[in-house]
């Protein structure tokens, strides 16, 4: 009977600690800078230019070591070419990373997929050419960071196209080939909770 008791308790008080460990769920914002360009295929030679992001993020833990981290960003992109102005293109998007974050003490890593739909595109003269866009584009995130205590945070991410940004057309000015986005960022947040 004893051992029993004993066996009981041992289990009840590792249940305990396990899920006294995990971390509360965390709301956070969050605002980043990079630089981006788009990887082509035919006469659109771009060059790096400025991207700005700011958003809503959360970070649903399931396990100490592991949280699923959605993210809900307003993106401003500034594609620019270097051999035609009339190429030039700004994108505003609504993005949404849909992470998944490892953490070691304050570092973590974090991949995943994300999906980007155009809210406005202009050429350089400021004309409407979201007609040229995909309505929905598809990229991948990989990055790391290091959150300090329960609040700020400081990471580098990486944001590639795993879909075509612009429509490919022979029709368009843009031309048939591939624009895919290929992007840097230094990402700043805050959380609350967790």
């Known amino acids: 009977m004893k051992p029993t008791v004993v066996l009981i308790a041992l289990l ?27 990887l082509s295929n035919n006469q659109y030679t771009s060059v790096s230019h400025s991207a700005y992001q700011a958003g809503l993020t959360a970070d649903a833990y399931v396990s100490s070591s592991f949280s699923f981290h959605p993210e ?56 409407n050419v979201k007609s040229e866009v995909n309505s929905i584009a598809l990229n991948y995130v990989a990055g790391v960071g290091y ?29 048939a080939g591939k624009f895919k986005s290929s992007a840097v960022f230094v990402v700043l947040g805050y959380s609350f909770g967790g």
Do not use: C, W
């Open 12 to 38: 009840a008080a590792g249940v305990g600690t396990a899920y006294a460990q995990k971390p509360a769920p965390a709301v956070g914002i969050m605002v980043a800078y990079g630089r981006d360009r788009i």
């Open 72 to 127: 809900v960003l307003y993106t401003m992109r500034y594609f620019d070419t270097s051999n035609d102005e009339d190429l030039n293109r700004d994108l505003t998007t609504i993005d949404v990373p849909l992470l998944a974050r490892y953490h070691a003490g304050g570092l973590y890593l974090e991949a995943g997929p994300e999906i980007d739909v155009p809210i406005k595109a202009v050429n350089e003269a400021g004309d």
């Open 147 to 175: 959150r300090f205590g329960h609040g700020p945070s400081l990471g580098v991410r990486y944001d590639g196209g795993a879909s075509n940004v612009f429509k490919s057309n022979a029709t368009t000015v843009l031309g």
